[in-house]
């Protein structure tokens, strides 16, 4: 059975104090690994998919990189504005199911 | 356009109400989801379909009967719901043709009062 944790459960930086969010999983046969960025009561925002191992993907503040059994989301220099719950989830071979981690939950304060 | 659409974005219904969320995307996807989340939980699959067909039932209660009309909308009818089926529920929809992410709706906000 496909799991995915997350580590910190809750994280609290300071804008400008770079961190990185962690992503471990055991699935059978990676198809995609999938980070998201959720706000409150609002749906998942998609950020990145990373394929195979050594794969890095960058967008503004955040770059995403992916290991044979994790990845991190390190956010560099954050600012309020990425307070957010970040979401990672998986695709194995044999499903079209997403299995999401529990999430982390980041405040950046002013 | 990567959009998904859900309406209504909130309802509240009682116990021996009907009701249905609906959910649209023009994006071509032929994958199409149901999520449900919890406070300060992640989404829990309930439903795929795949072009048009039911190819995942995660042992969902049949007080929700989900239906795909066509390849661009999903539905999800509500009858007889218990106030433990408040969520939010999410609509998905994804590529099947290549491994791709799945873009997600706003969400409806459901209370079941």
């Known amino acids: 059975e496909d799991q995915v944790t997350q580590s910190p459960e809750a994280l609290r930086l300071q804008e400008g104090e770079s961190s990185s969010l962690n992503c471990s999983y055991t699935v059978s046969g990676l198809r995609g690994l999938f980070w998201y960025r959720q706000d409150p009561g609002k749906g998942p925002e998609f950020l990145f998919t990373l394929y195979s191992a050594g794969e890095e993907k960058e967008k503004e503040r955040l770059k995403a990189t992916l290991t044979k059994k994790e990845s991190f989301l390190h956010i560099t220099a954050p600012k309020p504005e990425d307070s957010a719950t970040y979401l990672c989830?998986?695709?194995?071979?044999?499903?079209?199911?997403?299995?999401f981690g529990p999430g982390t939950r980041l405040s950046v304060l002013p | 356009d990567t959009e998904v659409t859900q309406t209504p974005k909130h309802l509240v219904m009682g116990m021996t109400n009907k009701k249905s969320l609906k959910c649209e995307q023009h994006?071509?996807?032929?994958?199409m989801y149901w999520y449900k989340q919890k406070a300060k939980k992640p989404p829990e699959l309930m439903f795929v379909?795949?072009?048009?067909?039911?190819?995942i039932n995660e042992s969902v209660p049949s007080r929700f009967s989900p239906e795909c009309p066509n390849s661009s909308l999903l539905n999800l009818h509500l009858h007889a719901l218990q106030p433990e089926d408040s969520a939010l529920y999410l609509c998905?929809?994804?590529?099947?043709?290549?491994?791709?992410?799945?873009?997600f709706g706003q969400g409806t906000r459901l209370t079941v009062v």
């Open positions: 998905a929809s994804g590529s099947i043709d290549r491994v791709s992410e799945a873009f």
């Open positions: 994006m071509g996807h032929r994958a």
């Open positions: 379909y795949s072009y048009e067909k039911l190819s």
């Open positions: 989830a998986v695709k194995d071979n044999y499903g079209q199911n997403f299995v």
